[in-house]
C-alpha cells in the first residue's frame, strides 16, 4: 500500500546530540515538505524539496537540515539538539502538477522532546 | 501571500448535534482549499478539498464544506457528530505551489 512513513513515532534526546527525523514515501511523489506543529498553532514549513538533489529553507528559521538523495527518501537532521526544538515534526509528499490539485499526504509524525 | 484564519481554537458539541467549523483565508486569486482532521498523535489526513465548480462540496465521514467568495469563507459542516469525530481540524489554502494551515480547531464530543 503506498504511503509514506516517518520513524522514529516518538523520541527522547538529550541536549547537544545529533538526530536525523527519518521520512519515506511510497509514492514516487517528487514533492516532499518538514513541517514543525506545535499545539494551538499553525504548521510551519521549515524545508521543501521538489525532487532529488533539491532542498529549500521554508518560511520557519530552524537550526535543521535536509537532504534529498534519492525520491523516496527525505530526512530532517539536527545537528545539535535543543530544548527549544522539542516539536511535533510532520513530514508530507504530494504529486508533481500541483500542490491544489492533489493537496498533501502527511505521516504519522515524530514527537521530539529534548531534555 | 495566501493565509488562514480558524477563529474557534476549541469547540464542544453533543453527540448527534450538528456541526460547523469556520475557516476564512485571504487570497487574491480563485484559492485551493482543504479541509483536514488530525488524531491525537497521528498525522493529518485530507477531508475534502475544492477548486472550482459547485461550492458545496462533499468528504469523507459524512463531512461537507461550502466555498463562499463574498465571505472569503470555507466552512466545514456535518449534520450529526459521532463521538470518532473528536480530533483537530486544520483549515488550508494552497496557491498551487504551497500550502498553508490555519492554527486548528479542536472538536470535543460529549456524550
Known amino acids: 500500500e503506498a504511503d509514506i512513513y516517518q520513524t522514529p513515532r516518538y523520541l527522547v534526546i538529550g541536549t547537544g546530540k545529533k538526530i536525523t527525523l527519518e521520512c519515506s514515501q511510497t509514492?514516487?511523489?517528487?514533492?516532499m515538505y518538514w513541517y514543525q506543529q506545535d499545539p494551538g498553532m499553525e504548521l510551519h514549513l521549515i524545508h521543501y524539496?521538489?525532487?532529488?538533489?533539491?532542498?529549500e529553507k521554508g518560511d520557519l528559521s530552524s537550526e535543521s537540515t535536509v537532504s534529498r538523495i534519492r525520491t523516496e527518501h527525505f530526512p530532517l537532521t539536527l545537528e545539535s539538539a535543543r530544548p527549544s526544538h522539542t516539536s511535533q515534526y510532520l513530514c508530507?509528499?504530494?504529486?508533481?502538477?500541483?500542490?491544489?490539485?492533489?493537496?498533501?499526504?502527511f505521516g504519522s509524525g515524530t514527537r521530539l522532546t529534548v531534555v | 501571500a495566501q493565509s488562514v484564519t480558524q477563529p474557534d481554537i476549541h469547540i464542544t458539541v453533543s453527540e448527534g448535534a450538528s456541526l460547523e467549523l469556520r475557516c476564512n483565508y485571504s487570497y487574491g486569486a480563485t484559492p485551493y482549499l482543504f479541509w483536514y482532521v488530525q488524531s491525537p498523535g497521528q498525522g493529518l489526513q485530507l477531508l475534502l478539498k475544492?477548486?472550482?465548480?459547485?461550492?458545496l462540496v462533499q468528504g469523507i465521514k459524512g463531512f461537507e464544506a461550502e466555498f463562499k467568495r463574498s465571505q472569503s469563507s470555507f466552512n466545514l459542516r456535518k449534520p450529526s457528530v459521532h463521538w470518532s469525530d473528536a480530533a483537530e481540524y486544520f483549515c488550508?489554502?494552497?496557491?498551487?505551489?504551497?500550502?498553508?494551515f490555519g492554527a486548528g480547531t479542536r472538536l470535543t464530543v460529549k456524550p
Open positions: 509514492m514516487g511523489h517528487d514533492k
Open positions: 475544492y477548486f472550482s465548480g459547485d461550492t
Open positions: 508530507a509528499s504530494s504529486k508533481s502538477g500541483g500542490v491544489g490539485s492533489y493537496g498533501y499526504t
Open positions: 488550508a489554502v494552497s496557491n498551487n505551489n504551497d500550502m498553508r
Open positions: 524539496s521538489y525532487g532529488v538533489n533539491s532542498t
